[in-house]
């Protein structure tokens, strides 16, 4: 059996697009596919590991660009380049800023060209296209969030941050029922879950989200872990929580300040 695990070698970067891209990491490690950087650790007077990472991310206007822009990849290797003056070799090349949607999608790319050249399957991932209608003529995918609460006003602070990043496609439900339909109709890119609704089984369904929407921010809202709430509580909460698949949970009532920094990585240019 194939080792599901994919090795990111990264160059250069921002502070800021370093923590986005470790938050990638972290969340891709329930997934059938997850990613890990690359860090080859070797004992002083050991021979050097020959394995490499499967895929170098670069910063392009890094200073240590001009090494991955000089040098060819080793065989198996995908160069993903974000900036300008892309080598030839590039198998991937981003702009900025940085659409962090496209880099999982690139990275799961990887892993199924990896498959290609295993033989474990017969397609060509190296020029992806969309599936149906004219190649030349990409239709772009409708982007939705998913709102689940009864608090009206939550869901306005919510609707309006997740319009400033992009996404003004949003259902909002306050019942299981059209929650579940909404789940199986439509796929998400975010959710966003009260845990404090009683008349809601908002757990269940942050895990049925996380079932079939997998590379989604799952956000769960709990007054139990904020600072009116007791360890007991928050420990239970966070355990749960992992159960649930949830991306995090974030306190009751909403703060901007904590919310931002999540749905800046569903930002687009």
């Not at 969340?27 to 021979?47: F, I």
């Not at 990472?53 to 995908?78: M, W």
């Not at 496209?102 to 199924?112: G, M, T």
């Not at 799952?218 to 600072?227: D, E, K, T, W, Y």
Request: glycine share 6%.
């Amino acid at each position: 059996m194939l080792n599901q695990r994919i090795y990111v070698s990264v160059v250069g970067f921002s502070d800021v697009e370093r923590h986005a891209l470790n938050t990638i990491f972290r969340l891709s490690e329930d997934r059938d596919v997850s990613y890990t950087p690359w860090v080859p650790l070797v004992a002083p007077g050991a021979t050097p590991t020959l394995m490499t990472a499967e895929v170098l991310l670069v910063d392009g206007e890094s200073a240590e660009a001009v090494l991955s822009h000089a040098k060819e990849t080793p065989t198996g290797q995908r160069l993903i380049w974000v900036g300008p003056d892309a080598p030839d070799h590039a198998w991937r090349v981003m702009r900025r800023p940085i659409q962090w949607a496209q880099v999982l999608h690139d990275l799961d790319a990887v892993y199924a060209a990896r498959l290609v050249d295993s033989g474990y399957l017969d397609l060509d991932f190296t020029s992806p296209a969309p599936l149906g209608g004219d190649p030349a003529e990409p239709q772009a995918p409708v982007r939705r969030a998913l709102l689940v609460s009864s608090v009206l006003a939550e869901r306005e602070a919510l609707r309006q941050r997740l319009a400033l990043v992009g996404l003004p496609e949003i259902d909002e439900v306050s019942n299981t029922e059209s929650a579940v339909e909404l789940v199986g109709r439509n796929q998400y890119v975010c959710g966003v879950f009260n845990l404090d609704e009683h008349h809601l089984d908002s757990w269940s369904l942050a895990r049925l989200f996380a079932q079939h929407n997998p590379m989604a921010l799952n956000i769960g809202l709990s007054a139990h872990v904020g600072p009116d709430g007791n360890w007991w509580s928050r420990h239970r909460v966070q355990r749960d929580a992992k159960r649930a698949r949830l991306t995090t949970v974030l306190a009751r009532p909403l703060q901007v300040y904590d919310l931002v920094p999540w749905l800046d990585l569903l930002r687009l240019a």
